[in-house]
């Protein structure tokens, strides 16, 4: 079995050291890797379980984006291993999704579209737990499978500046309601990912308001480029491959369900 690390971004809790203690039982893991941040605790360190510690960016982002940016960015860098898995710090995969998605991993990630100036990138196609088909360059942002020279150029991205949070003050669960003042955060991900194959993309990176916002004027124009691209650059794990554990959302009464609002498979 090829060796794999995983990159645990995100808030630090004792939740974490469950998922990262769940994963090392998983056979083809190599190390965690818990990325977060340099103010926080310091943790217990333990066997095959690394901790980088970043300095907060000026700005969290609309969303938190900028944490997660930097924070997967320095972790993913961290990788020992020539793939790796980037998943989240208050979700836990079980041992079956994981080992199901190894296996679909390595017998679908070859490469479809190439990078625009560079035909030698990317090396591998990045798996992702589904598209979002209503909205722009967005995949699910739970988990990301990908060659780890990939997964750095994914979030190796400039951080958003002057964003809604530093504008006005709305909570993190009211965001939704101010989507035609900012750009979600996979669109923004995806967009800055997908220029790499289209440098049409960076022209509308340049507008956000006029092309990547909610209900923005060039809108539909934007969609046709992102429907063209984004799925022979990532490409989604079905949804017989996908069963997590969601606790932020348990005290909330939510069902979490990847049938809605989602295309997996392609």
Not at 15 to 36: C, E, G, Q, R
Not at 100 to 115: A, P, T
Not at 235 to 248: C, G, Q, T, Y
Request: proline share 3%; aromatic share 16%.
């Amino acid at each position: 079995m090829e060796k794999i690390d995983i990159v645990i971004q995100g808030q630090y809790t004792d939740y974490t050291d469950h998922i990262a203690d769940s994963y090392l039982d998983i056979p083809f893991v190599n190390k965690v890797i818990i990325s977060w941040w340099r103010e926080n605790k310091t943790p217990k360190e333990r066997r095959r379980i690394k901790f980088i510690r970043s300095e907060y960016p000026c700005s969290h982002g609309t969303d938190n984006k900028n944490l997660q940016i930097v924070s997967s960015l320095n972790g993913l860098k961290s990788c020992e291993t020539n793939f790796a898995v980037k998943t989240r710090s208050d979700q836990k995969f079980t041992y079956d999704s994981m080992m199901k998605m190894y296996d679909f991993f390595f017998d679908h990630n070859q490469r479809g579209s190439l990078y625009q100036y560079n035909y030698k990138k990317p090396h591998n196609r990045i798996l992702v737990a589904g598209v979002y088909p209503n909205l722009l360059f967005a995949v699910r942002d739970h988990i990301f499978w990908g060659q780890v020279d990939d997964l750095i150029e994914l979030f190796n991205i400039p951080l958003e500046h002057n964003s809604l949070i530093d504008k006005i003050r709305v909570p993190k669960e009211r965001l939704g309601n101010y989507c035609e003042y900012f750009t979600r955060t996979e669109t923004y991900l995806g967009a800055h990912y997908c220029s790499n194959f289209n440098d049409e993309i960076n022209r509308l990176l340049l507008k956000p308001e006029e092309h990547l916002y909610d209900n923005a004027i060039y809108w539909y124009y934007a969609k046709e480029v992102s429907d063209n691209i984004t799925y022979s650059i990532f490409k989604s794990f079905p949804k017989s491959a996908i069963n997590l554990e969601w606790v932020r959302w348990k005290d909330y009464g939510f069902n979490f369900n990847f049938e809605d609002h989602i295309v997996t498979g392609k």
